[in-house]
């Protein structure tokens, strides 16, 4: 059912979890998504989508951790959407094995890097000229509280507890992961700085802990029932965020509820 003014949006990570929550509600908002992901053909959700929406859903393959699927990614976005997109939703990234950060293995770090913060910054110099082309031109890169330096900081000195998950076992691992998207995070901002007179907003979005595949994975090393927000619900509270975002926002870190979380 269209409710809205139809907007086209672009998410990557759309197989499964909360690129894949993305591209449910805002079809369901009745505007146009193209649905970017490893191999768009196996996702089994993104499938039921196509036979439900038709045209309205476009796929196409986008592997992050390659330069090369990231311009072709971007040349298929292109012919899918002659006028540009409006709103890119830059989702796509691995959390990596849950480590102590003292044991982090080099070739893991690098591959963590290369997906969480490289290709987004890979991802957004391709499809810039089709944001350029859109209305809305907003870019939303889905980050996490564990890459905000400034809650590290402050949790060390309230013993490692993790604002988040209230866990001390969790704030000591994971430093690829954290420092990934504390990367993404200074992306976000000198993106935001470098396309503000273009008019184009950029933002740092955490989800918030949410029970998908990764998700559950740190539900699993925490030893506790379940994520607390579904990706229903994580992605219901994000849209809200990002339709009320303007270019004032730009540069600015939001969690789910609207709250600005320290860089
Ligand atoms: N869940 C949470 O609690 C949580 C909290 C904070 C931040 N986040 C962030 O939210 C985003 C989505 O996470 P999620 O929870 O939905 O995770 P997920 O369920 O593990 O899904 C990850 C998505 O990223 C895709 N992906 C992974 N590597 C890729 C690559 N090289 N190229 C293209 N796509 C790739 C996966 O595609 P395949 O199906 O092909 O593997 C999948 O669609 C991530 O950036 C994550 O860091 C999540």
Redesign the pocket.
């Known amino acids: 059912m269209a409710l809205e003014k139809q907007l086209v949006y672009a998410v990557?990570?759309?197989?499964?979890?909360?690129?894949?929550q993305y591209v449910v509600q805002l079809l369901e908002r009745g505007h146009k998504v193209v649905a970017a992901?490893?191999?768009p053909d196996k996702?089994e959700g993104l499938a039921s989508l196509a036979v439900k929406y038709g045209d309205a859903l476009a796929m196409v393959s986008?592997?992050?951790?390659d330069p090369a699927s990231i311009k072709a990614a971007a040349a298929s976005i292109g012919k899918a959407c002659p006028d540009g997109i409006d709103v890119l939703i830059n989702?796509?990234?691995?959390?990596g094995t849950i480590v102590e950060s003292t044991e982090q293995d080099a070739d893991e770090f690098r591959d963590i890097l290369m997906?969480?913060t490289l290709?987004p910054y890979l991802v957004i110099k391709e499809v810039l000229p089709l944001i350029r082309r859109g209305t809305k031109k907003q870019i939303v890169n889905?980050?996490?509280s564990?890459g905000s330096i400034g809650t590290e900081a402050k949790n060390l000195r309230r013993g490692g507890e993790c604002i988040v998950t209230h866990a001390p076992s969790m704030a000591t691992k994971q430093v690829g992961y954290r420092a990934s998207?504390a990367g993404l995070n200074a992306v976000t901002v000198a993106m935001a700085v470098a396309l503000e007179k273009d008019g184009i907003t950029v933002i740092s979005m955490?989800?918030?802990?949410?029970a998908?595949?990764?998700?559950n994975t740190?539900t699993e090393a925490l030893k506790v029932d379940r994520?607390p927000l579904t990706p229903r619900e994580s992605v219901s509270f994000q849209l809200e965020v990002v339709d009320g975002l303007t270019l004032e926002n730009s540069g600015s870190f939001f969690n789910h509820q609207g709250d600005v979380v320290l860089y």
């Open positions: 990557t990570g759309a197989s499964r979890g909360i690129g894949l992901a490893r191999n996702a986008l592997d992050v951790g989702n796509a990234g691995i959390s997906i969480n290709g889905i980050s996490s564990a998207k955490c989800p918030g802990w949410v998908t595949d990764m998700g740190a994520a």
